[in-house]
C-alpha cells in the first residue's frame, strides 16, 4: 500500500526512514503505541512484515517526508542522511527530524544547520539500550537539539522509551552517547574481570551476578554523591581516600595474579589511583580520580 492508496485514512503520525535492525523496531515501537506510522527502506521487502503489522508503506523518500510532520531517520551513518533527504530536502519545510543515525557532534552540528535552513525542527538522537528494550519505559534515548521540536513530538517518542531531553545544543546527543557507552563499558569492563576472578574459584557467573545486581544501587548512590562533589569542588574521605582504595587495589590485583588471571582492568583502576596520589589527592575523597582526567594529566 503507498501513501496515495492510504489516500482515506487519518494523516500519519510519524514517518521511520532505514528499517534496519534499530529503525524495524523503532517503527513497531510508534505502532505498538497506536500511532499511524509510515515506513520506507531501500531494501523494500524490509517493510513488508510492518506493513502487515498495520505500517504504511511510503513508495519513495519524499512521500516518507509528505506523509507526518515527525519524520525519523536511522541510517548508518550522517553521509548516507545527506545522500538520502539532500535531493528532496524541500519536504522538511515544518516537519520535525529527528536523527537516531549515530555520529560525531561535528556532525550533529551541521545536520542542525542544514535542517534548520530548510525550515526544519531538528533533533539530534541516540539509542542508548540497543534494540531489544525499544518500546519498553526502560529503553533510554537522549536528544538535543530544537526545544519546541522536542515540546511538539515528546509524547510521541516516548513511545520508544524513557525519552530524555538534553538541551537545545545538538551536540550533547552525540556527547552523551559516547558517554555513556563509555560508561556501560567501565561497568561491563568490571564485571567482566570480576567474573573471571570468581570463577577461578569456580563460582558461576550466574551466581556472582544474582549477587552483584544486589550490589549496584550502592554503586549508582556514589555516582550521585560524587558528582555533587565534583561539582562542589571538595571530595570528603566518606568512602575511603586515594590512599586506601590504592591499598585495595593491590590487593585485587595480588589475588588476581594468584589466580592466574588477567590483570589489566585492575591496573587502570590503580593507574587512575596512581595519579590521584600523585597530583595530591592521596587523602581525598576517591572522586578526585576525576581531577586528573579531566585536565588529561598523566604525571605517573
Ligand atoms: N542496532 C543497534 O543496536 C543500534 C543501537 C544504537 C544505535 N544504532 C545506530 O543506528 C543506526 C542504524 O543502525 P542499524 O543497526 O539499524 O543498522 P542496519 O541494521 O545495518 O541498517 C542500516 C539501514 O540503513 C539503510 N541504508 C544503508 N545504506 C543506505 C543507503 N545508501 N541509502 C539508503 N538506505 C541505506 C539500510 O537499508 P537496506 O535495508 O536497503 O540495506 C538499513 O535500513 C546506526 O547509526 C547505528 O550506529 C544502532
Known sequence: MTVLENENHERSTVSVIGLGQLGTRLAQAFLGAGHTTTVWNRTEAKADALVEQGAVRADSVAAALAASELVVVCLP????????????????????LVNLTSGTPE????????????????????????????????A???????????ATQRQVLASLGNAVYLGSNPTLAPVYDTALF??????????????????????????????AKG??????????DHARQIEDGGFPDDDGTVEVHRAAMEHL??????????????????????????????????????????????NV
Open 253 to 298: 590485583l595480588h589475588t588476581s595474579r594468584a589466580q592466574g588471571i588477567g590483570t589489566d582492568v585492575p591496573e587502570l583502576f590503580q593507574t587512575l589511583l596512581n595519579r590521584a596520589a600523585a597530583g595530591g589527592h592521596g587523602q581525598s575523597g576517591i572522586a578526585s580520580v576525576v581531577a586528573t582526567i579531566a585536565t588529561g594529566e598523566r
Open 107 to 138: 556532525d550533529a552540528t551541521r545536520t542542525a544547520d542544514w535542517a534548520a535552513a530548510h525550515g526544519a525542527g531538528y533533533l539530534d538522537g541516540a539509542a542508548m539500550s540497543g534494540t531489544r528494550l525499544v518500546g519498553r519505559p526502560e
Open 77 to 96: 551513518d550522517y553521509a548516507t542522511v545527506q545522500d538520502l533527504l539532500g535531493p528532496v530536502v524541500h519536504g522538511l519545510r515544518d516537519r520535525v
Open 215 to 224: 550490589h549496584m544501587p550502592f554503586v549508582t548512590s556514589l555516582m550521585v
Open 182 to 211: 563509555g560508561l556501560v563499558w567501565g561497568a561491563l569492563a568490571g564485571f567482566y574481570h570480576s567474573v573471571a576472578l570468581v570463577g577461578a574459584a569456580d563460582v558461576d557467573p550466574t551466581a556472582f551476578a544474582a549477587v
Open 140 to 150: 533510554l534515548f537522549v536528544f538535543s537539539g530544537s526545544q519546541e521540536a522536542f
